[in-house]
């Protein structure tokens, strides 16, 4: 059975860390670029970073620029996004999205999900 699978999340206060994890099963993320997106109650899916298939490329939304990176290790079909110094405003449901090839922008273009994780940072 092909899916992503997400660890990671919970609650933090203001300030501090979480580190989100996807894991696939059932095939290899050797060739998919990873997204990284999260949605807000009673706001749109937004994507949050994404990450090339050959590590060589990555990118942020600005309200994340330079608190959260993502990465990948393919030897554990396994991606991460590292998130510091969270902010209230980061609450939210976290997906990670798989595509076949180049990095893609909108959910639409990604054709496996995980199961969502909730982070919540509490001010």
């Known amino acids: 059975q092909v899916r992503l699978v997400q660890s990671g999340g919970g609650l933090v206060q203001s300030g501090g860390s979480l580190r989100l994890s996807c894991a696939a099963s059932?095939?290899?993320?050797?060739?998919?670029?990873i997204g990284w997106f999260r949605q807000a109650p009673g706001k749109e899916r937004e994507g949050v970073s994404c990450i090339s298939s050959t590590h060589d490329t990555s990118y942020y939304v600005d309200s994340v620029k330079g608190r959260f990176t993502v990465s990948r290790d393919n030897t554990k079909n396994t991606v991460h996004l590292q998130m510091n110094t969270l902010q209230s405003e980061d609450s939210a449901v976290y997906y990670c999205?798989?595509?076949?090839?180049?990095?893609?922008?909108?959910?639409?273009?990604?054709?496996?999900w995980g199961q969502g994780t909730q982070v919540t940072v509490s001010s």
């Open positions: 059932g095939f290899t993320l050797d060739y998919y670029a």
């Open positions: 999205a798989a595509t076949p090839g180049a990095v893609k922008q909108t959910p639409g273009e990604y054709d496996y």
